[in-house]
C-alpha cells in the first residue's frame, strides 16, 4: 500500500519534527520539574517568540538563526519577570492558583498579539528554505536538519547547565526540597524566575528554528503547546531526557497517523496516546519517579 | 428554610423584568448570551468551585449536549424538547464517563486540567471529522418558529427560557450545597485524604458532581443552539467555551451559587464596555478577560461576590449599634 521509502521518509521526517517539539516541551518540563505546575502560558510564549521572529526578519532583515542569541536573552528576561513580577505574586503560592494565572497570562497574550498584528497568517522567507539534503533515496529539509540539530545542542546545554553550574545545582536543590533549598540561603524566588526565564528562552530558539519552516498567527501555539504537554506527560513530568525521547516519538507517530489516516485526524492520534499515558501512566513511559 | 433561596428569587425576578424595561435585541442578545454561560459555569462551579476540581474541557459537555440535540433534529426530525433532554442526559454520560477514567485514575490539579482539556480536543476533532455532525460545514437547525420547536419570535420569550433553565440550576446548586453531598464534595475540595479518611468515598463524590455539571453545561449547549440555530465543531467542542464557563465562575465567585451569574455578567458587560471604548480592535475584550483572571485570583479569591460582601460586611460594622434597632 504504502511503499517503503515513503513511510521511511515520513519517519524521518517526523523525527526531525518531533526535535523542535521536544525543544518546546522542553521548557514546560523545566518549569513543571522545579514548580510543580504546568505553565499554560508556555503556547503563547511560543506565539510570542515567534512574532519577535517574524519581526527581525521582516523589519531588520536579519537571518532567524541569526537572532537566537538575542532573542534568547530578551526572552530569558520576559520570563523571569513574567514569574518574578506577575505569576508568583499573584498565586500566593496555591497551585490551583498558578493554574489560573498562568491561563489568564495566556489569554492576555494572545489577544494582545491579536489586537497588534491580527488574525493573519504570516511567514518569512529564506534562502535556504527549500534546500535539501540527499540521504540515498530520501530528501531531507535543510531547514528542519538544522532545527534538529539545534534542538539536541541546546538540550545539551541545557544538561550541562543543571548539572555542572552552581545555578544548576541551586535549581535542582529547590526542584527537591523547596524549604531546605532556602535554609541553605537559596533565594527561591529568584530560582523560579531563572528557572521560568530558561523555559521562555528555550522557546526563543524553538522559534528561531521553528520560523524558516512553518507560520504564524496569534493562535499558532495552542497548537504546539498541546502537543508539548503531551511529550511532557509522556516523558515524565519534569524529566529533560524524557523530553526528548517523547518529543521525537511524538513527530514520527504524528507523521505516520497523518500518511495514513490523513492530516485532519493526525492529530487524534497525539491525543489518545496523552489520555492513555495519563490514565494509565501518570509518571510517564520514561519517567522513574511514581 | 425558605430564606436560603431568597437571593436566588430576588436576582432571577430582577434579570425576568429585563424585557419590560429594555427592547433593544442586542441589549436582550446580550443578556440571552450571557445567561447562556451563565449555565455552562453554573456547572463547572459545581466540579470547579464547590469541588475544587479544575476542568479545562468543559467544552466536552457543551458540544456533547449542542451535537446530540442537533443531530436528534436535524438527522432524525425528533422534537425539540425530547432532542434537548436527550442532549442533557448524554452530557451528563459523558461527563460521567470522563470523570470515571480520570478520577479512577488518581488525577488532580494539573493532571485533570490537561485529562480534560484533551478529551475535549478529541471530541473537537471527531466531530470536526465525522459525517452524521456536518464536518467542517457544520449543522444548521431549521428556522421554525414554535413553543414545540423551542424556537421563539420574540427574543423576551427566550430570555425567560434561559433564565428558567439558569433559575432550575441555581436551585439545584443551593439545594445540593445545603444537602450532605454538598459538604462532603467540600471536604474533598478542601482536603482529599482527610475526607477519605472521614469516610467519604472521595470517588463517588466526584463522579456525582461532574455528572451533575457536564448536564448543567449541556443544557447551556442546547440553549446554545436552540438560539443561534448552527454549530460547528469550533464552536461546540472549541476552547472558547471552556475558558468562557470557567472565567465566570471564578470571577463571580468560586465555589457560590450566584458566582455564575454575576461573574458571567460582569464579564461580558467588561466586555462590551473594552470594545466600545477600544473600537474594533479584535481580541482586546478577552485580553481584558485575562486580566480580570489574574487580578481576580490575586486580590479577590472570592470574586465579585466575594468582594461585595467583604465591603457589605465592613460597612456594616462601621455603622454604629444603636442605628440598627
Known sequence: MYSLPIVLEATLNGLLTGAIYALVALGLTLVYGVLHIINFAHGAFLTAAMFAVWMAVTFLGVDPYVAIPFLTIVFFAIGYGAQRFVIGPASHGDDGNILLVTLGLSIVIENILLAVFRADTRTITTDYAFEVVEIGPLLISQARLYGFLAAVVVSGLLWGLLTRTDTGKAIRAVAKEKLGASLVGIDVRHIYAVTFGLGCATLAVAACLLMPIFYVNPRVGQAFVLVAFTIVVLGGMGSIPGALAGGLFIGVVESLTGLFFGDSLGQIGIFIIFILVLLLRPSGLFGARA | ?325
Open chain 2, 1 to 325: 428554610m425558605m430564606r436560603t433561596y431568597l437571593p436566588i428569587l430576588a436576582i432571577v425576578g430582577l434579570i425576568a423584568a429585563i424585557p419590560f424595561a429594555v427592547t433593544s435585541n442586542t441589549a436582550l442578545n446580550f443578556v440571552v448570551f450571557v445567561l447562556i454561560i451563565a449555565l455552562g459555569a453554573q456547572g463547572w462551579n459545581l466540579l470547579g468551585g464547590v469541588g475544587g476540581q479544575f476542568s479545562f474541557g468543559h467544552a466536552a459537555f457543551f458540544g456533547t449536549g449542542a451535537y446530540v440535540s442537533a443531530i436528534l433534529q436535524v438527522r432524525y426530525g425528533l422534537n425539540a424538547w425530547i432532542a434537548m433532554a436527550a442532549g442533557i442526559l448524554l452530557g451528563a454520560a459523558v461527563a460521567w464517563g470522563i470523570g470515571f477514567l480520570s478520577f479512577r485514575a488518581g488525577l488532580r490539579g494539573s493532571y485533570f486540567a490537561l485529562v480534560t482539556l484533551a478529551f475535549a480536543e478529541v471530541l473537537r476533532i471527531l466531530a470536526n471529522a465525522v459525517p452524521i455532525t456536518g464536518g467542517a460545514a457544520g449543522l444548521l437547525l431549521k428556522l421554525d418558529i414554535g413553543v414545540l420547536n423551542l424556537q421563539f419570535a420574540s427574543r423576551a420569550a427566550f430570555l425567560w427560557l434561559a433564565l428558567g433553565c439558569v433559575a432550575a440550576g441555581l436551585v439545584l446548586c443551593r439545594w445540593i450545597m445545603d444537602s450532605r453531598f454538598g459538604a462532603q464534595l467540600v471536604a474533598v475540595r478542601e482536603n482529599e485524604d482527610a475526607a477519605r479518611a472521614l469516610g467519604v468515598d472521595v470517588l463517588a463524590v466526584k463522579l456525582k458532581a461532574i455528572t451533575v455539571s457536564g448536564a448543567l453545561t449541556a443544557a447551556a449547549g442546547c440553549l446554545y443552539l436552540q438560539y443561534f440555530l448552527y454549530l460547528d465543531a469550533n464552536i461546540a467542542y472549541g476552547v472558547w467555551i471552556s475558558i468562557e464557563v470557567l472565567l465566570a465562575a471564578m470571577v463571580g465567585g468560586r465555589g457560590l451559587v450566584l458566582g455564575p451569574l454575576v461573574g458571567a455578567f460582569t464579564l461580558h458587560g467588561l466586555g462590551d464596555l473594552t470594545k466600545q471604548f477600544a473600537g474594533g480592535i479584535p481580541g482586546i475584550d478577552l485580553a481584558a478577560y485575562g486580566t480580570v483572571l489574574i487580578l481576580v485570583v490575586a486580590f479577590a479569591p472570592g470574586g465579585v461576590l466575594g468582594l461585595l460582601t467583604r465591603l457589605w460586611t465592613r460597612r456594616a460594622a462601621a455603622q454604629p449599634a444603636g442605628g440598627r434597632a
